[in-house]
């Protein structure tokens, strides 16, 4: 069971360049969810999806898209990639318990993206 | 939205002392209250969990205190070891807003010295 991962690890882009982070559960998961972590600032919601071939914004969702075809994967695109989302990107995935019940969310390893 | 605010935001105790991390949040229909531990480039990892029907959850030497009137819960590590140094994380999430998602805080980084 390798739970959650992610690819890559480490991306260095230039400004205007185009990217795909991948974040892939095996734990039949129905929910997923895109993070990004900048210093001081904790962990702030991208996007989510409540399942196969949906998705929802989060907090912070300029500048990115993303689709889930498949229930185990979760893709997050930035079409023109800018130095303000230099970041530490993490992908979560949980269990839908009912809907007054939330569940563990658990982590992939994370991204580390620099944008030059 | 809901807004969670955490405090401090740096914890420093010697070794075998307690520790107590505090988050405040706005959305009263907020139901569910983790906590992560994030050692240094590694992913968060959940380490406790209190739902709004409970007041107090404790798992050996880490427990969770949640006072709903006050919109208050607190994290507090007892008998601190080293290893116990990170950064801890509280968030909330409202199940019924859809999604689950998570509103987290902005961390405590605590350190124990030897």
């Known amino acids: 069971n390798a739970g959650v991962t992610q690819t890559p690890k480490f991306r260095v882009l230039k400004t205007g360049q185009s990217m795909t982070l991948l974040c892939a559960q095996d734990?039949?998961?129905?929910?997923m969810y895109w993070y990004r972590q900048d210093p001081g600032m904790g962990l702030r919601l991208i996007h989510y999806?409540?399942?196969?071939?949906?998705?929802a914004k989060g907090e912070v969702p300029d500048g990115y898209n993303v689709s889930r075809l498949k229930k185990q994967n979760f893709l997050l695109g930035l079409e023109s990639a800018a130095p303000s989302q230099t970041s530490v990107y993490f992908c979560?995935?949980?269990?839908?318990?009912?809907?007054?019940?939330?569940?563990?969310?658990?982590f992939g390893p994370g991204t580390r993206l620099t944008v030059l | 939205g809901e807004n969670v605010e955490q405090h401090p935001s740096t914890l420093s105790v010697q070794e075998g002392d307690s520790a107590v991390i505090k988050c405040t949040y706005s959305?009263?229909?907020?139901?569910?209250f983790p906590w992560y531990k994030q050692e240094l480039g590694k992913r968060p990892q959940l380490i406790i969990d209190?739902?709004?029907?409970?007041g107090e959850k404790k798992d050996q030497r880490i427990a969770v205190t949640l006072n709903k009137t006050a919109k208050h819960f607190s994290l507090h590590i007892t008998e601190t070891q080293p290893e116990d140094s990170a950064v801890y994380f509280c968030?909330?999430?409202?199940?019924?807003?859809?999604?689950?998602?998570?509103?987290f805080g902005t961390g405590t980084q605590l350190k124990v010295e030897l």
């Open positions: 979560a995935s949980s269990y839908h318990l009912s809907l007054s019940t939330a569940d563990t969310q658990y």
């Open positions: 999806s409540v399942g196969e071939g949906t998705t």
């Open positions: 734990m039949n998961h129905e929910y």
């Open positions: 959305d009263s229909a907020s139901n569910y």
């Open positions: 968030a909330a999430s409202n199940a019924a807003g859809g999604g689950n998602k998570l509103t």
């Open positions: 209190i739902r709004s029907n409970v």
